[in-house]
């Protein structure tokens, strides 16, 4: 067995407190977060103040980082909010803040010495660009999408910045930062949070005069980016960060992306290889999210034709999130508060913080007051058999359909 | 205020100096995205420029991966003798630029850019050889008449030209259209979709990937004189993609506007026309809406939120407060639709039903029903 000296950090979504508390507790090295402004997730439920002291405690006192995101391109009279903001991001001792705008990136630096990582909202995709954001005080990167693996090494190497790469999740079709058809079309600010998703559209092209030969496609949809085959050229590149996309994604995803990618490359970290008889499951676990078609998009080579998603979105996966467990001990059994509905007889999966999941048939549900359940409901608490290994916020799920 | 302008073709530079231009703009096709140019072509149009006395000002504004900038700078470097200024968008070229050549540096701050700090920020980068920074139309009247006072150097807006809504590095087009890249080394279509009520979109895919426009061009003609009183350095006419005939009607528009003559030319010009945001820019008033107003209030007394509710049996709170709950605190419970009730805490039980006095953070407080309170009610200390 060959222990490896270096392994990235696994940098996850947190759409919410609650959410940052599933990251950390599945896995995550590091989890990213917005507050209530200067960040690209308006609809996101996002981090008040208080949310902010508390997920960072909750974080650090596991070992986990913190990354706030500053990165709207700001216009002046945002920008003469941020300077207290930033003040008290030092305070609550984040780890770095997430920025896309020269003039966030000054601002940051002459109210603080939080570290400066540079947002993939501004395209940095060649090493004379990461020196330039180096010079202007940036200690990360977070490169374009629209880079390899190999190329992102090399830019690692020669400007000597740390480097972080998304490994999983949806992705702009445009170059990020570079789309504004939400400004220009709904007077939304795509790059300050309003983006409207425009490219997920179905769209007629008319190729030319000849009316017949127009062509119906979600020809600007990408599909999601899934670069577990990829951890190896990720390592041997020395790539510092693997993120995940999704603050606006559900609990179930934030917990499984955590859970495999941590996993996997706690494999490596101990046995300095995947060949991992849990690869095929950690491969299953990712197709259970709701997702688009995965593609490595261009992890290895420039994205073709086949990372185009000419599909309607679907929202249903293999599997969806039945309910959040809030406590299990032999005495109260394992209470879950219930997201989707599920019935008596059902199957669920307890999804456990490492390891294999748990199965358990729904056979015995009753309510909070003890009395018996057919059929649970929504934003309803429920207790069910105690199982051990079932702790508080692991995530129960049911498998989409069967019901 | 100056005009500025494209020259594709040897007829252009003719125009541009009838016109009374002082420099062109020469896009080479492997380094301008919607450039055409040859090497060749490129030094034909270049040496005429300069005999002409005008300025050639060489565009760079692709984004490059580092392989994609690994073959641009090369063609970057073969060129350097026909021109006098670089333009470039890519920070990477800028940095390049900076370090690699002596040429004065124009930087195109059209994406985002919408703060002073940043724009002076590229400005001070250049150490001196800025010639010129290339603003952003997103920027209303205001702000621009600000830039223009407090900036360092001249500033560049486009006064006429298509208006760049997407842009892509991947082939879009070809997949669904194969035959058509092979006679051409460009697509275009127009793309409509029933989600969005504007119909008509131009789409353009070439080698430098795939890129989409509004159904509309942006026009800040009838406001030229306007720009100039401000002290705006450099207007740009965009006329590639066709329009290149109403060349001289354009910068006549530009350098003398007459309402009358304006009029004639809109109804000549095939694209209808828009200002986008130059009166004012609100792309931000939505923002408000987009949010979840129950889930603003969590600071302060914030107690937790009801997750269950049982009609004359129980309330389930999850408490969110480090504080957690006591078996003594008064509460007030704040209803969804905003309704509010004021409570004493009589029974005070934790998940296994047993009496307690506490109920810590990240744990369930269940406590008596109380009439009118449902679930997603926000539970606050009083």
Known sequence: ????????????????????????????????????????????????????????????????????????????????????????????????????????????????????????????LNLSAARLWKKMGATRIVVG??????????????????????????????????????????????????????????YSLDMGLDTEEKKTAYFMSSKDLEGLRVLPEFISSGIDSLKIEGRMK???????????????????????????????????ELSKVSHRDYTEASLVN????????????????????????????????????????????????????????????????????????????????????????????????AQSGVR | ??????????????????????????????????????????????????????????????????NTFNLSYPVVTSLLSGIDVLRVQDPGA?????????????????????????????????QGRMDRIVLSIELSRDVIAEYIQKLTVPCELLGLGRILLFYTPRALISPLAPEKLKVNEEISVLGSSEESPHKGFPILENRHGTFMFHIKEFCLLEYARDLAALGLGFFRIDLRFGMQNFQSEVMTLSSHFEATAFDDFKAKYPQDFMRGFYLVNKTDVLFPKLKNHRLQKRDGDFVGEVLDAE?????????????????????????????????MIHSLKNLSLEEVTEIPVDQMAIIPFVNGVWVKSQVFYL
Request: aromatic fraction near 8%; glycine fraction near 8%.
């Open chain 2, 311 to 343: 009609k004359g049996s129980h309330l389930a709170i999850m408490i969110k407060n480090p504080k957690g709950l006591k078996a003594t605190d008064k509460l007030r419970i704040l209803h969804p639709k905003g309704e509010e009730f004021d409570i």
């Open chain 2, 1 to 66: 205020m100056k005009l500025t302008t494209f020259a594709e073709t040897l007829h252009d530079l003719n125009v541009a100096r009838e016109q009374g231009l002082s420099e062109i703009i020469l896009g080479h096709k492997n380094i301008s995205r919607f450039g055409k140019l040859s090497s060749e072509e490129f030094f034909t149009l270049s040496n005429r420029a300069r005999e002409l006395n005008l300025r050639v000002i060489g565009e760079w504004d692709i984004l490059m991966t580092e």
């Open chain 1, 145 to 202: 999408r629209e880079l390899s693996v190999k190329e992102a090494g090399n830019i690692r190497r020669e400007a000597d910045i740390e480097i972080e790469m998304f490994v999983h999740g949806s992705m702009c079709m445009a170059f990020s930062g570079h789309c504004v058809i939400s400004n220009f079309t709904q007077g939304r600010d795509s790059n300050r949070g309003g983006c409207a998703h425009s490219c997920r559209f179905e």
């Open chain 2, 94 to 126: 800028f940095e390049w630029a900076i370090t690699n050549t002596q040429k004065p540096l124009q930087f195109i701050a059209e994406n985002g850019n919408h703060n002073l700090p940043a724009l002076q920020g590229w400005i001070d980068h250049a």
């Open chain 1, 302 to 397: 420039p994205a073709g034709a086949d990372s185009i998603f000419n599909e309607r979105e679907n929202a249903e996966g293999g599997w969806h999130m039945a309910g959040t467990v809030i406590e299990a001990s032999p005495k109260a059994g394992i209470v879950v508060e219930v997201r989707n509905a599920f019935n008596q007889g059902d199957q669920l999966e307890i999804l456990t913080f490492k390891g294999a999941n748990i199965s358990l048939s729904a056979n015995e549900i009753m309510d909070i007051g003890m009395k018996p359940v057919l059929r649970t409901r929504p934003s309803t608490l429920i207790r069910l058999p105690y199982k051990p290994g079932v702790e508080a916020f692991q995530l129960v799920r």
């Open chain 1, 250 to 284: 559900s609990h179930l995803y934030a917990a499984t992306m955590s859970k495999v990618y941590s996993e996997a490359l706690s494999y490596y970290a101990s046995h300095g290889n995947f060949l991992s008889d849990d690869f095929l499951r950690w491969e299953i």
């Open chain 1, 1 to 124: 067995m060959n222990k490896a000296s270096f392994v990235p950090e696994i940098l996850a979504p947190a759409g919410s407190l609650d959410k940052l508390k599933v990251a950390v507790l599945y896995g995550a090295n590091a989890v990213y977060v917005g507050g209530q402004k200067f960040g690209l997730r308006t609809a996101a439920d996002n981090f008040t103040p208080e949310e902010l002291i508390q997920g960072v405690a909750f974080a650090h006192e596991r070992g986990t980082q913190v990354y706030v995101v500053l990165n709207s391109f700001l216009h002046d009279k945002d920008l003469a909010e941020l300077p207290e903001f930033v003040r008290f991001l030092a305070d609550i001792k984040v780890d770095a803040v997430i920025v896309s705008d020269l003039g966030v990136v000054k601002t940051v630096r002459e109210h603080s010495s939080i570290p400066v990582h540079i947002s993939t909202q501004a395209s940095t």
